[in-house]
C-alpha cells in the first residue's frame, strides 16, 4: 500500500479561518473538498468537469431526478449496527462504490489512475480504469496490484482491440467493460466557447499499444461483444445502457454487468435522468445481470436511492475528479469515508440497519429544493458559512 495513504486518509486544510484547531485539520465534509477542487483548478479544466453536452438539459435532469425523490423515515427499529458492504464480480467493497472510468484524470492530479488505483485499494472498493487514462493500464496493475475493471474505447481494428483487452487480462484486470454510448464525441458548448479542447480527446490512445487508423466505436454491436467475452472469459459489463430494450439484449448477448449511464449528461443532450431509467432497466435485467449505476451521484443519500430503485452499486465520476483536484490520494480516500458515513447516518435515521433491506418503497416523490446542476449537492458553497 501507497506509504502516503498509510499515512493519513486526511487532507490539510488551509483556507478556514476557523479558531478550533480541530475543525480546521481535515476534509469535514463532502462541500470542502469541492470547494478545494474549484480553488486547484484553472478555468478550463472546471468547465470540463461540471459542463455537459450542449444545453446540459441531461446533466440538469440526472441531479433533478434525484431531488424529487425524498427518503422515507422509519423509527423504533435496532439501527445499533449498519452494513453498508456489497459484493461485486467476487469482489467485497467496504460501500457499494466504484471509482468510474475518466479518462483526464490526470487533468486532475498528476498520478491520474494509479492514483485513482492506490486510493480505491486504501478505502476498499474497485476502480473502473479509462483506457486514455494515464498511466498505461499495465503501469498501473503493476504498481498497484488487485481486483479493477478495464475500460476500453475501441480505437483500433477488432485484431487491435483482441490485442489490448489480451494484455489487460495478463496484467490481471478482472473484468472488460465496453462503453456503448461514446460512438461519437458530443458538443460540450462550455469547451467550445473557450475553443478549450481536454488532453484526453487530443491524445485518445496515446497511451495504448500502436493501433490502425480504423476505429471500432461507431461500429460497436452485440456481435463483436460475444466475440470478446468468448475469448477471453472474463466479466463483460456494458456502460451507456438506458433503456429496458438495450437491457434486455445485453443479457441475451451474455453479459455480466449491465451499467447504467448517459455519461454525465455529456454526450445525448435533452435525454432522460440515469435514475428515471433505472427501474425499468433493473426489471428488465430481472436478477440475471448486476447492475451498476451512475449520472449526478453527489451524496451519500443519491447512493441510497439509486440502491432503492434496483442499483447493486454505483460509480462516481465527476466526485471522484474533484476529490483528485482536492488533494489526490488522500482526498480521494476521504471523499469514499464522507460517502460512508453519509450512508450509515441516513440509513439508521430510515430505520434500516443495512442496505440490503433498500427498496423501492423506501423513496417517495417529493418536491424539489432548488435549481439543479452539477453541483446542487452542495448547497453551502453559495453561502458565506
Given amino acids: 500500500m501507497d506509504e502516503r495513504v498509510n499515512r493519513s486518509h486526511h487532507r490539510r486544510l488551509t483556507h478556514l479561518d476557523c479558531t478550533d484547531a480541530r475543525m480546521n485539520a481535515d476534509f469535514m465534509t463532502l462541500h470542502e473538498i469541492v470547494q478545494h477542487a474549484r480553488m486547484n483548478l484553472d478555468r478550463g479544466v472546471w468547465d470540463y468537469l461540471i459542463g455537459a453536452?450542449?444545453?446540459?438539459?441531461?446533466?440538469?435532469?440526472?441531479?433533478?431526478?434525484?431531488?424529487?425523490?425524498?427518503?422515507?423515515?422509519?423509527?423504533?427499529?435496532?439501527?445499533?449496527?449498519?452494513?453498508?458492504?456489497?459484493t461485486l464480480l467476487g469482489v467485497q467493497l467496504r460501500i457499494p462504490v466504484l471509482l468510474a472510468p475518466i479518462g483526464s484524470l490526470q487533468m486532475f492530479e498528476a498520478g491520474g489512475g494509479l492514483s485513482a488505483a492506490r486510493a480505491a485499494s486504501a478505502f476498499g472498493v474497485m476502480q473502473v480504469l479509462s483506457s486514455v487514462c494515464q498511466p498505461d493500464f499495465e503501469s498501473v496493475a503493476r504498481e498497484c496490484?488487485?481486483?479493477?475493471?478495464?475500460?476500453?474505447y475501441l480505437h483500433g481494428s477488432e485484431d487491435w482491440t483482441m490485442e489490448v483487452f489480451s494484455r489487460a487480462k495478463a496484467a490481471g484486470y478482472t473484468a472488460f467493460c465496453l462503453t456503448a454510448d461514446t460512438?461519437?464525441?458530443?458538443?460540450?458548448?462550455?469547451?467550445?466557447?473557450?475553443?478549450?479542447?481536454?488532453?484526453?480527446?487530443?491524445?485518445?490512445?496515446?497511451?495504448?499499444p500502436r493501433r490502425p487508423e480504423i476505429t471500432l466505436q461507431p461500429a460497436m454491436n452485440w456481435e463483436l461483444l460475444a466475440r470478446i467475452r468468448d475469448r477471453f472469459g472474463v466479466p463483460m459489463i456494458v456502460k451507456g445502457i438506458a433503456s429496458a430494450q438495450d437491457a434486455e439484449l445485453a443479457v441475451k448477448h451474455g453479459v455480466d454487468v449491465?451499467?447504467?449511464?448517459?455519461?454525465?449528461?455529456?454526450?445525448?443532450?435533452?435525454?432522460?435522468?440515469?435514475?428515471?431509467?433505472?427501474?425499468?432497466?433493473?426489471?428488465a435485467?430481472?436478477?440475471?445481470?448486476?447492475?451498476?449505476?451512475?449520472?449526478?451521484?453527489?451524496?451519500?443519500?443519491?447512493?441510497?436511492?439509486?440502491?432503492?430503485?434496483?442499483?447493486?452499486?454505483v460509480a462516481v465520476g465527476r466526485l471522484e475528479a474533484m476529490a483528485m483536484a482536492a488533494g489526490g490520494v488522500d482526498a480521494v480516500v476521504r471523499m469514499l469515508e464522507l460517502l460512508e458515513i453519509e450512508m450509515q447516518l441516513n440509513?439508521?435515521?430510515?430505520?434500516?440497519?443495512?442496505?440490503?433491506?433498500?427498496?423501492?418503497?423506501?423513496?417517495?416523490?417529493?418536491?424539489?429544493?432548488?435549481?439543479?446542476?452539477?453541483?446542487?449537492?452542495?448547497?453551502?458553497?453559495?453561502?458565506?458559512?
Fill in 183 to 208: 460512438q461519437i464525441y458530443s458538443r460540450r458548448e462550455r469547451d467550445i466557447l473557450k475553443r478549450w479542447m481536454p488532453q484526453s480527446a487530443r491524445q485518445a490512445g496515446s497511451n495504448l
Fill in 145 to 152: 496490484p488487485g481486483p479493477r475493471i478495464y475500460q476500453l
Fill in 347 to 385: 440509513l439508521a435515521s430510515m430505520g434500516l440497519s443495512s442496505i440490503d433491506q433498500l427498496d423501492a418503497s423506501s423513496v417517495v416523490p417529493a418536491q424539489p429544493v432548488g435549481w439543479p446542476s452539477a453541483l446542487s449537492g452542495f448547497p453551502l458553497l453559495a453561502e458565506d458559512y
Fill in 53 to 86: 453536452a450542449e444545453s446540459e438539459t441531461t446533466m440538469k435532469r440526472n441531479r433533478h431526478a434525484f431531488e424529487r425523490l425524498a427518503l422515507r423515515q422509519r423509527v423504533m427499529n435496532n439501527v445499533s449496527q449498519v452494513n453498508t458492504t456489497r
Fill in 258 to 283: 449491465v451499467y447504467v449511464s448517459n455519461h454525465g449528461g455529456r454526450q445525448l443532450d435533452s435525454g432522460q435522468a440515469t435514475l428515471d431509467v433505472l427501474p425499468e432497466v433493473a426489471q
Fill in 285 to 313: 435485467v430481472a436478477g440475471r445481470a448486476r447492475v451498476i449505476f451512475d449520472g449526478g451521484i453527489l451524496r451519500g443519500t443519491d447512493i441510497l436511492k439509486a440502491l432503492a430503485l434496483g442499483a447493486d452499486v
